[in-house]
């Protein structure tokens, strides 16, 4: 995966940034609910009774948001160089983390940092430093 940074938009990504912030507390606000995406997903393998149709409605947002946004806005080119197995493999060992880590970036760097709650803080870093890891040795194999 190559970053395009003459198309990098620091405004923009501050803007986004916010709306996520923003997102997340109405989220709380109105529906005393953590806006953890693997939590959300997660939560569609064993729904309880009325609650799915939120959990569609935010997975379907989630992605349709940048559908909308291509409509009407240039999108940078993003290219990735793996191949499909790398691409799946890794998936995997991010699904099997967020089940490790009982949660992903989401609920724990955007909600749970800013309730500063030590397990997210925690867990963040992890994430952050098992990234970092793993694009250090990628790139040295």
Known sequence: MTIDWNSFTPGASLAGGLL????AALFVVLNGRIAGISGIVG???KPRRGDIAWRLAFI????VAPII????????EVR?????G?????GLIVGLGTRFGSGC?????VCGIS??????????LIFMLTGFTTVFLMRQL
């Open 60 to 63: 379907a947002g989630i992605v």
């Open 115 to 124: 309730r500063l709650s030590m397990r997210s803080v925690l867990a963040t």
């Open 43 to 45: 939560g569609l393998i």
């Open 20 to 23: 996520i912030g923003l997102a």
């Open 86 to 90: 790398t691409l799946i493999l890794a």
């Open 105 to 109: 970036t989401s609920g724990h760097g």
């Open 80 to 84: 990735i160089d793996a191949d499909s």
């Open 69 to 76: 946004y291509a409509i009407f806005f240039d999108v940078p």
